[in-house]
Nanobody
Framework: QVQLVESGGGSAQAGGSLRLSCAASGRHFSSYVMGWFRQAPGKGREFVAAINGKGDSTDYEDSVKGRFAISRDNAKNTVYLQMNSLKPEDTAVYYC???????????WGQGTQVTVSS
């Protein structure tokens, strides 16, 4: 069992920055692909970014490429999302995800609100 706790959300002006953190409890953190997803009001949950277990491969949704950066610290069981050049359309609840497809495990955090004003 893995529990995920996000932090770092809040409000920012357009063009500003925020850094989200997701702390994981449980074992074998480095065996999980970690991801960030978001859900805006009235919309479905969408993929934002992901990072592999070693931290040497990342993937991003097109609209955040060049603005957001995902990273992880396996010694601290934590994954981060650095968000720069924020836009009002980045406003959403951001969720942390941990997935191990080999073992069939998939976990979600409770979400953290990000609000960007113009």
């Amino acid at each position: 069992q893995v529990q995920l706790v996000e932090s770092g959300g809040g409000s920012a002006q357009a063009g500003g920055s925020l850094r989200l953190s997701c702390a994981a409890s449980g074992r074998h953190f480095s065996s999980y692909v970690m991801g960030w997803f978001r859900q805006a009001p009235g919309k479905g949950r969408e993929f934002v970014a992901a990072i592999n277990g070693k931290g040497d491969s990342t993937d991003y949704e097109d609209s955040v490429k060049g603005r957001f950066a995902i990273s992880r610290d396996n010694a601290k069981n934590t994954v981060y999302l650095q968000m720069n050049s924020l836009k009002p359309e980045d406003t959403a609840v951001y969720y942390c995800n941990a997935e191990n497809r080999i073992l069939g495990y998939n976990y979600w955090g409770q979400g953290t609100q990000v609000t960007v004003s113009s």
